[in-house]
């Protein structure tokens, strides 16, 4: 069983950063890929994007690439999502999942989930 705690949510004004962190319980983290899906209200789950067990491998879905940036440090059992140049579309609940197959899209099929964090880009 993997829990998967996220931190660093917040309000920000629309162009400021963000760094969120997703802490992993489990001492085998390195052999899962993480996730980073968002919900808005109103709204169903959304990719953002994805890094695969040794982090050498991410994919950001076109509405944040080149804004937002994947990481892990497998020492620390964290996954990092860095987000510039945020805007007001950007606000939603972040949350992070993990399985061990790499780059999938689909919510139901990661295996665990965080809680989720709230992050609020004002105009």
């Known amino acids: 069983q993997v829990q998967l705690v996220e931190s660093g949510g917040g309000l920000v004004q629309a162009g400021g950063s963000l760094r969120l962190s997703c802490a992993a319980s489990?001492?085998?983290?390195?052999?899962?890929?993480m996730g980073w899906f968002r919900q808005a209200a109103g709204k169903e789950r959304e990719f953002v994007g994805a890094?695969?067990?040794?982090?050498?491998?991410?994919y950001h879905t076109d509405s944040v690439k080149g804004r937002f940036t994947i990481s892990r440090d497998n020492a620390k059992n964290t996954v990092y999502l860095q987000m510039n140049s945020l805007k007001p579309e950007d606000t939603a609940v972040y949350y992070c999942?993990?399985?061990?197959?790499?780059?999938?899209?689909?919510?139901?099929?990661?295996?665990?989930w965080g809680q989720g964090t709230q992050v609020t880009v004002s105009s």
């Open positions: 890094i695969n067990w040794s982090g050498d491998r991410t």
């Open positions: 489990e001492r085998t983290f390195s052999n899962y890929a």
């Open positions: 999942a993990a399985d061990r197959a790499f780059l999938i899209v689909v919510p139901g099929e990661y295996d665990y």
